[in-house]
């Protein structure tokens, strides 16, 4: 059986440029790949779209209490034609796999001081082998 998944999520971008006043580059390389800095420019209000983007594929991913997905793990990149494109790696592709998580399509705006993100996924569900 498939179903649809969806996470979301809302960041402040004034919260991204406090991180980056208070923490620096210490603060920029534990939150985004050096790819997403360098398709956002470190530009404060994209940055914060990527954040919100990893906070909904996490939220689609829907990892338990016990089980940390990095941010880094995630990473939300520009394509050829510059649409945002989900990657995954580590401990965030691996529990795609379990869970049969197909590409993840993710959506993101950002707009008077606040960025916003959608992910939708196809989940197939596998029976369990008897």
């Given at each position: 059986m498939t179903s649809i998944r969806t996470g979301c999520d809302l960041a402040d971008v004034a919260d991204v440029v406090a991180g980056i006043a208070a923490h620096g580059e210490r603060y920029l390389?534990?939150?985004f790949t050096a790819r997403e800095r360098r398709d956002t420019d470190d530009d404060p209000e994209r940055l914060a779209a990527r954040f919100a983007g990893?906070?909904?594929?996490?939220?689609?991913l829907r990892p338990s209490d016990t089980r940390a997905l990095p941010l880094l793990d995630v990473a939300i990149v520009l394509d050829a034609v510059g649409a945002p494109l989900v990657e995954l790696s580590g401990a965030a592709a691996a529990l795609a796999e379990e869970q049969g998580v197909g590409p993840i399509a993710v959506s993101?705006?950002?707009?008077r001081g606040l960025a916003l993100a959608t992910a939708v996924a196809l989940v197939e569900h596998r029976r369990p082998q008897t």
């Open positions: 390389t534990r939150v990893k906070e909904a594929v996490v939220k689609l993101l705006s950002h707009e």
